[in-house]
């Protein structure tokens, strides 16, 4: 086959940006085109830093810019996407918009797939508008052919508490009967294990694997085990390799970042600048993960 013949996939990434550190599309970005990815951003707001900082500034884009930017996509023939990947949105509008983009993005290429960060909250706690989830669960989940929530937002999307296995697995299924046909929980802590869930409709099973604790909380850490996902859902032969290779880089990536943390000097800043995710400096991991972490079905 000539080189030139085969099209590199393109992704259009809808979620947050930071000038300084790494959420939102700057968590996605980079490792996206690492793995041969084209990628075109757009950004639901344009922050200096992420919210954990004590100050941050800046833009909310609204839905009439989200609609003029699709529009000048469209209008030029720059639609055609492989991909859509969205996360943070924050506002109700905005969110309605995303549905018309979808929309717009599949009649261009009906073979599109819709991979859907629900990002809502997390530890119990919603940081987006209580609006937000009945716009997930009626119109934007319903749309996504992938879903990766965390535990918390699994619940909400459910409408389940989640306290034992056998409540992750209703919640999951309930997740299907909306609509997409892969659900990727990022992280689900039952006891004192952090485990990643996956299910397919195809498979009709659950695929597990466990991860060992970090005593740190990372800020764009779902970001980026979204953005690997997808892009191994479509290097990867099998599911268990995707799951294996998406789970083993996030977990050297947020591993170098703590050890980095530990052994940090610059005692003058943040805590929130120490614990920025070290990306570029896990180029490796996330181009060739070390493969420590094996993905096995739930029993």
């Given at each position: 086959?000539?080189?030139?013949?085969?099209r590199?996939?393109?992704?259009?990434?809808?979620?947050?940006?930071?000038?300084?550190?790494?959420?939102?599309?700057?968590?996605?970005?980079?490792?996206l085109?690492?793995?041969?990815?084209?990628?075109?951003?757009?950004?639901?707001?344009?922050?200096?830093?992420?919210?954990?900082?004590?100050?941050?500034?800046?833009q909310?884009?609204?839905?009439?810019?989200?609609?003029?930017?699709?529009?000048?996509?469209?209008?030029?023939?720059?639609?055609?996407?492989?991909?859509?990947?969205?996360?943070?949105?924050?506002?109700?509008?905005?969110?309605?918009?995303v549905?018309?983009?979808?929309?717009?993005?599949?009649?261009?290429?009906?073979?599109?797939?819709?991979?859907?960060?629900?990002?809502?909250?997390?530890n119990?706690?919603?940081?987006?508008p209580?609006?937000?989830?009945?716009?997930?669960?009626?119109?934007?989940?319903?749309?996504?052919?992938?879903?990766?929530?965390?535990?918390?937002?699994?619940?909400?999307?459910?409408?389940t508490?989640i306290?034992?296995?056998?409540?992750?697995?209703?919640?999951?299924?309930?997740?299907?009967?909306?609509?997409?046909?892969?659900?990727?929980?990022s992280?689900?802590?039952?006891?004192?294990?952090?485990?990643?869930?996956?299910?397919?409709?195809?498979?009709?099973?659950?695929?597990?694997?466990?991860?060992?604790?970090?005593?740190?909380?990372?800020?764009?850490?779902?970001?980026?085990?979204?953005?690997?996902?997808?892009?191994?859902?479509?290097?990867?032969?099998d599911?268990?390799?995707?799951?294996?290779?998406?789970?083993?880089?996030?977990?050297?990536?947020?591993l170098?970042?703590?050890?980095?943390?530990?052994?940090?000097?610059?005692?003058?800043?943040?805590?929130?600048?120490?614990i920025?995710?070290?990306?570029?400096?896990?180029?490796?991991?996330?181009?060739?993960?070390?493969?420590?972490?094996?993905?096995?079905?739930?029993?």
């Amino acid at each position: 086959m000539n080189m030139y013949s085969k099209r590199t996939p393109r992704i259009l990434s809808l979620q947050s940006h930071v000038v300084s550190g790494y959420v939102g599309n700057k968590s996605a970005t980079f490792p996206l085109q690492l793995l041969g990815f084209e990628v075109d951003a757009i950004n639901s707001v344009q922050l200096s830093n992420h919210t954990g900082y004590k100050v941050f500034k800046g833009q909310v884009l609204n839905d009439k810019d989200l609609e003029d930017v699709i529009d000048g996509l469209v209008q030029n023939n720059l639609d055609n996407y492989t991909y859509l990947l969205t996360g943070y949105v924050g506002s109700a509008s905005f969110l309605k918009k995303v549905a018309e983009v979808v929309h717009t993005l599949k009649r261009k290429n009906p073979e599109l797939i819709y991979v859907c960060d629900p990002v809502m909250g997390d530890n119990g706690k919603m940081y987006v508008p209580e609006a937000l989830k009945k716009i997930y669960i009626e119109e934007i989940v319903p749309l996504a052919d992938i879903v990766i929530p965390n535990q918390f937002e699994l619940e909400l999307l459910s409408n389940t508490k989640i306290n034992t296995m056998s409540d992750l697995q209703n919640a999951v299924k309930k997740l299907h009967e909306i609509g997409p046909k892969t659900v990727a929980v990022s992280s689900t802590e039952l006891g004192d294990k952090l485990t990643a869930i996956f299910s397919t409709i195809k498979d009709k099973k659950l695929i597990k694997i466990d991860i060992p604790k970090i005593p740190i909380s990372f800020t764009g850490s779902g970001d980026l085990f979204a953005a690997l996902f997808l892009a191994h859902t479509y290097l990867q032969d099998d599911m268990k390799t995707a799951i294996e290779k998406t789970v083993n880089s996030l977990y050297n990536v947020l591993l170098e970042t703590y050890n980095y943390s530990q052994a940090c000097q610059d005692k003058e800043s943040q805590p929130a600048r120490r614990i920025e995710l070290r990306l570029i400096q896990s180029k490796h991991f996330i181009e060739n993960p070390k493969i420590k972490l094996l993905a096995e079905p739930l029993s």
